[in-house]
């Protein structure tokens, strides 16, 4: 065999490994018995040493020593042998004893955050962040990136990208849509969102897995149910999506889903035979981001997917939208409301949300933030930024998971992920200016083909913004993102 095709077979394996731990962590949040817990993290960690020594097995170095030293001509082989080599260096560069410190910090974390949010008691939660903050540093250390720290963190979750490349997008962003977001939150005042009747869980459950399926999630090849916290895995012939149901916020577990929908279109689109190679994989988080929040947004909160998808509520669940019009249902899904929560921030203001992470984060690693001065910079970057007044620590610096997990340079995935949305939406409209009225009459098919073609079945062959700007023939900029938020809500809310 040549070593390239070596390389790929090996490739497959290491990935079937990943996806057999991927599935314990599946079953784990979905089904396991609360006493199997110890077991179930003997099992992770038995799979995570197995594939940690086919990640670094040495004969992979061999293969791309020699790869590498051949001129290769073919974009998408270099592509494959790029992220091999990306993920070989990232295997074997990390000592052992250094990969075990960190899994330990993260585990340790997660249990002093949810400790410390429960008790908003961000004190207790300074050792964890100066911990993961050292521990960043260090890594970036073993991979040659010492000089530049928080680019590293960047990469790791979105290839390619940089604290530079974020503040060119960031910065325009910031500068129009904060003064965007205070008109229309103003305006909401004159505006109170309808309310919806009872919906019960089971009727809410249908009515998603009808509308998931509709736009084209393929339940042979993949399922969807229940966890805490909501999430999707798999990839190819094997996609698990996970929701919740809060009986209070029908809506919630609705687009919650619809988002998840969005991320297993993209995985079951990427050909089965290539997993494990770049050519097989998300190009990044923020690519990733933009699939759900296409489906989401872009499409679950149009008025073309709610003249198909109107009747079918009232007819599943006839309480739910009584004494409603179809402009009240429009509305309950756009509402916009001010939130210190990111989680629960409407279209408009999540962004800001996003702006004011990456502002701290890029601040505490040029070491002109420290830890223990988080809360206070988190309250006044609310105030300028969000224009709104933090109650807790609780409902501020504590409020996310991430950090907890030395997860820092993640966050701007999700505002760059909508950037993105918004820049192929308005991509593909240029082509079939009637989409809505498909979404009208409950095609979503010519959408799907069209993200199949241009990005699913892309990969990881170039990195996203450089397959965004080969999709949309422009590199990707806020503008079309603040063009949709604009039409949307500013038609809803500033007329
Ligand atoms: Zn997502």
């Given at each position: 065999?040549?070593?390239?095709?070596?390389?790929?077979?090996?490739?497959?394996?290491?990935?079937?490994?990943?996806t057999?731990?991927?599935?314990?962590?599946?079953?784990?949040?979905?089904?396991?018995?609360?006493?199997?817990?110890?077991?179930?993290?003997?099992?992770?960690?038995?799979?995570?040493?197995?594939?940690?020594?086919?990640?670094?097995?040495?004969?992979?170095?061999?293969?791309?020593?020699?790869?590498?030293?051949?001129?290769?001509?073919?974009?998408?082989?270099?592509?494959?042998?790029?992220?091999?080599?990306?993920?070989?260096?990232?295997?074997?560069?990390?000592?052992?004893?250094?990969?075990?410190?960190?899994?330990?910090?993260?585990?340790?974390?997660?249990?002093?955050?949810?400790?410390?949010?429960?008790?908003?008691?961000?004190?207790?939660?300074?050792?964890?962040?100066?911990?993961?903050?050292?521990?960043?540093?260090?890594?970036?250390?073993?991979?040659?990136?010492?000089?530049?720290?928080?680019?590293?963190?960047?990469?790791?979750?979105?290839?390619?990208?940089?604290?530079?490349?974020?503040?060119?997008?960031?910065?325009?962003?910031?500068?129009?849509?904060?003064?965007?977001?205070?008109?229309?939150?103003?305006?909401?005042?004159?505006?109170?969102?309808?309310?919806?009747?009872?919906?019960?869980?089971?009727?809410?459950?249908?009515?998603?897995?009808?509308?998931?399926?509709?736009?084209?999630?393929?339940?042979?090849?993949?399922?969807?149910?229940?966890?805490?916290?909501?999430?999707?895995?798999g990839t190819g012939?094997d996609v698990?999506?996970?929701?919740?149901?809060?009986?209070?916020?029908?809506?919630?577990?609705?687009?919650?889903?619809?988002?998840?929908?969005?991320?297993?279109?993209?995985e079951?689109?990427m050909?089965?035979?290539?997993r494990?190679?770049?050519?097989g994989?998300?190009?990044?988080?923020?690519?990733?981001?933009?699939?759900?929040?296409?489906?989401?947004?872009?499409?679950?909160?149009?008025?073309?997917?709610?003249?198909?998808?109107?009747?079918?509520?009232?007819?599943?669940?006839?309480?739910?939208?009584?004494?409603?019009?179809?402009?009240?249902?429009?509305?309950?899904?756009?509402?916009?409301?001010?939130?210190?929560?990111?989680?629960?921030?409407?279209?408009?203001?999540?962004?800001?949300?996003?702006?004011?992470?990456?502002?701290?984060?890029?601040?505490?690693?040029?070491?002109?933030?420290?830890?223990?001065?988080?809360?206070?910079?988190?309250?006044?970057?609310?105030?300028?930024?969000?224009?709104?007044?933090?109650?807790?620590?609780?409902?501020?610096?504590?409020?996310?998971?991430?950090?907890?997990?030395?997860?820092?340079?993640?966050?701007?995935?999700?505002?760059?992920?909508?950037?993105?949305?918004?820049?192929?939406?308005?991509?593909?409209?240029?082509?079939?200016?009637?989409?809505?009225?498909?979404?009208?009459?409950?095609?979503?098919?010519?959408?799907?083909?069209?993200?199949?073609?241009?990005?699913?079945?892309?990969?990881?062959?170039?990195?996203?913004?450089?397959?965004?700007?080969?999709?949309?023939?422009?590199?990707?900029?806020?503008?079309?993102?603040?063009?949709?938020?604009?039409?949307?809500?500013?038609?809803?809310?500033?007329?």
């Amino acid at each position: 065999m040549k070593p390239y095709d070596q390389l790929t077979a090996h490739l497959r394996r290491l990935h079937t490994l990943e996806t057999v731990g991927e599935l314990l962590g599946w079953d784990e949040q979905v089904n396991l018995p609360a006493g199997a817990a110890g077991r179930r993290a003997e099992q992770l960690a038995a799979m995570a040493e197995v594939t940690h020594a086919a990640a670094s097995d040495s004969r992979v170095g061999g293969w791309l020593g020699e790869l590498e030293k051949q001129k290769q001509t073919d974009a998408a082989a270099s592509a494959v042998v790029r992220q091999a080599r990306r993920d070989y260096d990232r295997a074997t560069r990390l000592p052992a004893e250094f990969v075990k410190e960190k899994a330990t910090a993260q585990s340790e974390g997660f249990h002093v955050w949810a400790k410390a949010r429960a008790n908003n008691d961000f004190a207790s939660y300074i050792p964890v962040l100066e911990r993961h903050i050292d521990l960043a540093r260090r890594e970036a250390g073993f991979m040659g990136q010492a000089g530049a720290v928080y680019d590293y963190q960047l990469d790791l979750f979105d290839p390619g990208m940089t604290e530079a490349w974020v503040e060119q997008l960031f910065g325009p962003l910031r500068r129009e849509l904060v003064p965007f977001a205070r008109e229309v939150v103003a305006a909401t005042k004159n505006h109170p969102a309808p309310k919806l009747g009872a919906w019960p869980v089971a009727a809410q459950e249908a009515f998603l897995r009808e509308v998931t399926a509709k736009i084209g999630f393929d339940y042979q090849r993949g399922r969807i149910d229940v966890s805490l916290h909501p999430f999707c895995s798999g990839t190819g012939v094997d996609v698990r999506m996970t929701t919740r149901f809060k009986p209070d916020m029908p809506l919630s577990a609705l687009f919650g889903s619809i988002h998840e929908t969005g991320h297993g279109l993209y995985e079951q689109g990427m050909a089965d035979e290539r997993r494990g190679t770049a050519l097989g994989m998300a190009a990044g988080m923020a690519v990733h981001e933009s699939q759900s929040r296409l489906w989401e947004n872009q499409v679950g909160r149009s008025r073309g997917f709610w003249r198909y998808f109107e009747p079918r509520v009232r007819a599943l669940s006839p309480q739910t939208l009584e004494g409603l019009s179809s402009d009240d249902l429009f509305r309950a899904v756009n509402q916009v409301r001010l939130s210190p929560i990111r989680v629960e921030a409407d279209e408009v203001t999540y962004n800001l949300h996003v702006i004011l992470r990456f502002d701290l984060e890029r601040r505490l690693f040029a070491g002109k933030l420290a830890v223990k001065d988080l809360p206070e910079a988190w309250r006044a970057g609310a105030k300028e930024i969000i224009g709104l007044d933090v109650p807790s620590d609780k409902e501020g610096v504590l409020q996310d998971v991430h950090w907890s997990a030395g997860m820092f340079g993640y966050f701007p995935s999700y505002t760059i992920g909508n950037m993105m949305a918004s820049q192929l939406w308005y991509a593909a409209l240029a082509e079939r200016p009637a989409l809505e009225e498909d979404f009208a009459k409950g095609e979503f098919g010519w959408l799907l083909s069209w993200l199949r073609s241009k990005v699913h079945s892309e990969g990881r062959k170039q990195y996203g913004l450089a397959l965004i700007q080969q999709v949309t023939g422009k590199p990707l900029t806020p503008q079309p993102l603040l063009r949709y938020l604009r039409e949307r809500y500013g038609a809803l809310y500033l007329q």
